[in-house]
């Protein structure tokens, strides 16, 4: 029953997050699917900055396996796809970017934190200019056929595919993702005053 309690107490908080989260992406984004994959494209984008951040440099190169990425190649791949992916819906790339050497032209913590953000910037700039009539457009992919619209729902499910892969590597190496140690040490300052306001009430008694 208590495992039971707190999954229900993680859950309503994170409920809670998600409210406020579309709460201020009404008053900010445009209506529609476009404002809604830009809601949750906004939450991957900020843990996915936090995170790099969060990661010691030293640990851009630890490996879980070899031949599998590090976190900074992680990061990296998130910015070939958020450069690359829209270009094949029409959207034009930076200038000097390719495909497919992009992910192995960035080594340092500053330059890979610096690519991540710029490059969500490129693509919730295109998803923003898109107009709703352009989501039903037809776009392929890798010889899949869809529309804009599934090309930028790719984008987002992309994103967050390795964002929670971003996450696991944090924990395995000691690493509490930034926006839980916030949550863990609000909950814990709000034990804390409830605990002394109980004492208070206590001794007054």
């Known amino acids: 029953m208590k495992f039971r309690s707190s999954l229900i107490v993680a859950f309503l908080s994170l409920a809670v997050l998600g409210v406020q989260t579309v709460a201020r992406a009404d008053e900010e984004r ?9 809601v949750w494209l906004d939450d991957a984008r900020d843990k996915l900055v936090e995170l790099a951040d969060a990661v010691p440099a030293s640990k851009y190169s630890w490996r879980p396996a ?37 992910e ?45 619209r599934g090309g930028y729902l790719l984008v987002l499910a992309h994103a967050h595919e390795h964002l929670g892969q971003s996450i696991a590597y944090a924990r395995v190496n000691g690493i509490t993702p930034p926006w839980t140690a916030k949550q863990m040490a609000e909950q814990k300052e709000a034990a804390e005053k409830k605990a002394k306001e109980a004492e208070k009430s206590a001794t007054a008694k």
């Open 66 to 102: 070899k031949g599998v990425r590090s976190p900074g190649e992680v990061f990296i791949h998130v910015d070939a796809a958020n450069y690359g992916l829209p270009s094949f819906l029409g959207v034009k790339t930076p200038e000097g970017f390719d495909f497919m050497t992009f």
């Open 104 to 148: 192995k032209s960035l080594t340092k913590k500053e330059d890979i934190q610096k690519a991540l953000k710029n490059s969500f910037e490129h693509a919730e700039k295109a998803l923003r200019e898109a107009s709703d009539a352009d989501m039903d457009k037809p776009a392929e992919f890798f010889g899949m056929k869809t529309t804009v």
């Open 30 to 38: 445009p209506a529609g699917v476009r404002g809604e994959i830009l």
